[in-house]
């Protein structure tokens, strides 16, 4: 029902939204939203689908709050590697990945666009 209604919401640039399949209403918010640049969907099971949209369709997002999800290394590694324009990733309290992995903090380190 959501992604009907995107398309006639071109002037979105922020959203917050509960538990939902963020891989059917991304792609719609990347095709019509062009001034789209947070997302905040805490406490949502991120899966390999959600991930994939997000990164395909949202690469220019600055804000992204996934905080009290789950989140597995691999899927957090491919945000942090295909949204290159995050300024703020919040994933507190995540369940999926250990904030110490040393690969997860490297590319934090190297993604210095990300604060």
Same mark, same amino acid.
């Not at 917050?16 to 891989?23: E, R, T, W």
């Not at 945000?79 to 309290?93: S, T």
């Given at each position: 029902?959501?992604?009907?209604?995107?398309?006639?919401? &071109?002037?979105? $640039?922020?959203?917050?939204? !509960?538990?939902?399949?963020?891989?059917e209403?991304?792609?719609?918010? *990347?095709?019509?939203? @062009?001034?789209?640049?947070?997302?905040?969907?805490?406490?949502?099971?991120? *899966?390999?689908?959600?991930?994939?949209?997000?990164?395909?369709?949202?690469?220019?997002? &600055?804000?992204?709050?996934? @905080? $009290? *999800? #789950?989140?597995?290394?691999?899927?957090?590694?491919k945000?942090?590697? !295909?949204?290159?324009?995050?300024? @703020?990733?919040? #994933?507190?309290?995540? &369940? *999926?990945?250990?904030?110490?992995?040393?690969?997860?903090?490297?590319?934090?380190? #190297?993604?210095? @666009?990300?604060?």
């Amino acid at each position: 029902m959501i992604p009907k209604f995107i398309s006639m919401l &071109k002037i979105l $640039g922020i959203l917050k939204i !509960g538990q939902c399949c963020l891989n059917e209403i991304l792609p719609q918010i *990347g095709l019509y939203c @062009h001034n789209f640049i947070l997302l905040s969907a805490p406490y949502n099971n991120i *899966g390999k689908d959600d991930v994939s949209a997000l990164v395909d369709s949202l690469p220019a997002l &600055k804000y992204l709050d996934l @905080h $009290g *999800g #789950v989140l597995e290394k691999e899927y957090l590694v491919k945000i942090l590697k !295909g949204c290159k324009q995050l300024v @703020h990733l919040d #994933v507190r309290n995540c &369940k *999926g990945f250990d904030d110490d992995d040393d690969e997860i903090l490297e590319l934090a380190r #190297v993604a210095s @666009h990300i604060r």
